[in-house]
């Protein structure tokens, strides 16, 4: 794992006319899990874009470290290939050869490589995003609602994969407004920064 930190100081952001949250700040070190908690609207996703960098503060900083991966309500996935082919075109632009094949058979993905991206389920195309996300290899992990559309057992999954990648040295944010269990995990409360 290539070295990883993310941080944030005095951070502002505002849509329109509404300021959603001021003053948020937090620094995460290699093996750090953080959950952005708090109800729709109050800027878990414009949080997660603007540490992704797709997204301007209206004030303050972000700074990373260490190559960064983001899943959100977009899986970036061809929806006219096969799961498939659509995953390999990713493997080829991150230029990291092949997923392994344990993490296709964990995600149940195996018997749907062979179907087109557009006749997969929601949960099925969340279970495809993490498998890109794990293909990418990136130190740092930003996952915007990943729990949405998940039975129980995908979302122990979900639980399993972030543990195993802070435990290997990564970094993950997770923003939900669901429970999330991984070891060691700290919550930050959206709700504590609105103005």
Known sequence: MQACRLSASDLSCRRGDRLLFTGLAFALEPGAALQVAGPNGIGKSSLIRILAGLLRPFSGKVKREGAVGLIDDRPALDEHQPLGKAL???????????????????????????????????????RAALARLVGQQAAVWLLDEPLNALDTHAVSLVEKLVADHCNAGGIAVVASHQDFHTPGLTQLALAEFAP
Do not use: C, N
Not at 91 to 119: C, F, K, N, Q, W
């Open 88 to 126: 390999a075109f990713w493997r080829a632009l991150d230029d990291h050869g092949s997923l392994a094949h344990e993490t296709i058979e964990m995600l149940g993905l195996a018997e749907l490589l062979d179907v087109p991206v557009r006749y997969l389920s929601t949960g099925q195309r969340k």
